[in-house]
DNA sequence: TTGACAGGACACCGTTTGGTGTCTTATTCT
DNA sequence: AGAATAAGACACCAAACGGTGTCCTGTCAA
């Protein structure tokens, strides 16, 4: 099983993830179809998508259609909310309170 | 300039954030004490966050500090929030609803 | 002032990554 | 039945990655 950060890192795999959510499912042809890369790349990616719990394929006939498991995403998204605090703007107004009630 | 989704995608430098998101200020040579890798390492990948503008460094006497700077994070939770209807599990009362309204 | 400490700058190395091309098999269409 | 399409399975490649060790230069302290 692979890292759910490392598999979003790459801008091509993040594509991949937004053409799923508008489609529901997808055969790898058509997705292939638009990208620039060959075939061969973009199965790789979706094999690391898949390793990630992002996408889960079957075969139709002699395609393989996949569709979007976006629930591990949820493990970037608790990790990221953890420093929502360092950026809003009123953690600055926040800190002078303190030092103030610190005297 | 680096992409701040590859930056995130490793576990030393998410460790790395989360020391600079407890200390405010802390010098190369303490945070490198904390991990098994050497020197050398840390200040790369602290050089990669500097990259994504995650860190922000300034050199005190004969030591380098680092501070962090959270705010790229913000393009990533934007992106996964994108993603969030797709694990809440009232969407799938809303298809059905969206399903119903449409006959 | 001499030694210890912090860290920049390299050179180097094995593994992973993102990509290619080719061959083969299974399925669909005519 | 025969042609065309979809995709798995390899072998292969250059570049990037994560790590090391070594050398050199400032800076602080005895």
Redesign the pocket.
């Known amino acids: 099983m692979?890292d759910v950060y490392?598999a979003v890192?790459?801008p091509?795999?993040r594509r991949l993830l937004h053409l799923l959510a508008d489609a529901d499912e997808l055969?790898?042809?058509?997705m292939?179809a638009r990208f620039?890369?060959?075939?061969?790349?973009?199965?790789?990616?979706?094999a690391?998508l898949k390793e990630a719990g992002l996408v889960i394929?079957r075969?139709?006939?002699?395609?393989?259609?996949y569709h979007l498991n976006a629930a591990p995403l949820r493990e970037i998204q608790e990790w990221v909310s953890f420093y929502e605090r360092f950026w809003t703007e009123r953690i600055d107004h926040l800190k002078v309170l303190l030092e103030e009630e610190n005297l």
């Open positions: 692979r490392s890192a790459d091509t795999r055969p790898l042809h058509e292939t620039r890369v060959g075939r061969t790349a973009v199965t790789k990616h979706l690391v394929d075969k139709a006939g002699r395609e393989t259609r």
